[in-house]
């Protein structure tokens, strides 16, 4: 990743990937009521090693914790420099959550995982269903549980979000995704 690479651009590109593709495939059904309030906090790590971004983990679930749920809901910690390898990436989501462990926020917080390049288990790496988790920039997703499980008492089936979203990206194809994400011309934009 560029050095010159700015925060501005590294948030204008994961905004313009939350409500293109998250929102506007409606990937995530309860994304849209958070971003219209608001309530999503976009943070860019510099961090250069994964023990940097352990640190600056440390700080955005510390911080997230403490804040009023009305005014910040969500934080993506974006980190545009650090784990660009996706199995390295993966290997690093055990560290969040032994993070989460030594702050005593289990149940409270957890990390949901995007990257360039995610891959399920199971998957071709270039399956289009990949693209569900696939950001611009490696992001850690910071949630509160109880959002989450006011989420799932709004949609008990969560299962039945996966399979839409399978559907609705192969429609697309890998192609038609790519353009959703790059095209300047799309709606919203």
Known sequence: MSPLLDDDRVIADTGRW???AVIGL???PFAKSVYVKDQVRYAVSHATTPEALREDLVRELQWLAAEDPQRTDTTLLIHPHVLQDFLDYNDFLDVADAVLDELDLEG?????????HYQFAGT???DVENCTNRSPYPTLHLLREDSIERAVQAFPEPEAIYEANIRTLRA???E???RLLNDDAAPGR
Do not use: K
Not at 108 to 116: E, G, K, R, Y
């Open 18 to 20: 939350l409500e293109r």
């Open 26 to 28: 409606n990937l995530c």
């Open 108 to 116: 409270v917080l957890q990390v949901a995982s995007f990257h360039p």
């Open 124 to 126: 071709a790496e270039d």
């Open 172 to 174: 697309l194809g890998r």
């Open 176 to 178: 038609g995704f790519e």
